[in-house]
Nanobody
């Protein structure tokens, strides 16, 4: 089982930047991919970005392409989400996620074995 702790959320204005961090423990961090998901009020949880176990491959949801960047530091057991040019529609609770399987990268909620507690991101217009 993986334990995940997010940090870095907050209230920002449209156009601002924010970086989220997620510290992992409990399994060898470099043996699994990681994902960031978000859930806005009244909406389903959706994938924002994912990164492979090595960091060599990344995926972005259409709504964040070109604005968000996912990265990881395996030496620090941490995955990051750099968010730029934030929009009000980015307002949501953001969750980091680890997969059920080794060397797998979660792309949908059913792939996820462990969730962080979530961090609120609010973007005002």
């Amino acid at each position: 089982q993986v334990q995940l702790v997010e940090s870095g959320g907050g209230l920002v204005q449209a156009g601002d930047s924010l970086r989220l961090s997620c510290a992992a423990s409990g399994r060898t961090f470099s043996s699994y991919g990681m994902g960031w998901f978000r859930q806005a009020p009244g909406k389903e949880r959706e994938v924002v970005a994912t990164i492979s176990w090595s960091g060599g491959s990344a995926y972005y949801g259409d709504s964040v392409k070109g604005r968000f960047t996912i990265s990881r530091d395996n030496a620090k057991n941490t995955v990051y989400l750099q968010m730029s040019n934030l929009k009000p529609e980015d307002t949501a609770v953001y969750y980091c996620a680890a997969p059920l399987r080794t060397y797998f990268t979660p792309r949908i909620a059913a792939d996820v074995g462990s969730w962080g507690q979530g961090t609120q991101v609010t973007v005002s217009s």
